[in-house]
C-alpha cells in the first residue's frame, strides 16, 4: 500500500524486512531473475535503479519499526 505497510499477500509490507532481503528481491527485479509481477511494474522501476539506490532504498525500508 501507499504506506509502504502491504496489502496482503500479493503486496507484503516493505517495513522492518531486512535490508539485504529488500536489496536481493530489487536486484532480481532488476536483472530479470524475479519476474512475478504481471504487468511488469517492479521489474521496470527496478530496472531503473542504480546499485546506490539499492542500497539507500533497501537500508531506509530496512530500518524502519
Given at each position: 500500500?501507499?504506506?509502504?505497510?502491504?496489502?496482503?499477500?500479493?503486496?507484503?509490507g516493505l517495513f522492518a524486512q531486512?535490508?539485504?532481503?529488500?536489496?536481493?528481491?530489487?536486484?532480481?527485479?532488476?536483472?530479470?531473475?524475479?519476474?512475478?509481477?504481471?504487468?511488469?511494474?517492479?521489474?521496470?522501476?527496478?530496472?531503473?535503479?542504480?546499485?546506490?539506490?539499492?542500497?539507500?532504498?533497501?537500508?531506509?525500508?530496512?530500518?524502519?519499526?
Amino acid at each position: 500500500g501507499m504506506d509502504a505497510r502491504g496489502a496482503g499477500p500479493l503486496m507484503p509490507g516493505l517495513f522492518a524486512q531486512p535490508s539485504a532481503y529488500i536489496a536481493a528481491q530489487l536486484n532480481a527485479f532488476r536483472g530479470n531473475q524475479r519476474a512475478n509481477d504481471d504487468q511488469g511494474e517492479m521489474r521496470s522501476f527496478a530496472s531503473r535503479l542504480s546499485d546506490s539506490d539499492v542500497a539507500s532504498l533497501a537500508d531506509y525500508y530496512g530500518l524502519r519499526p
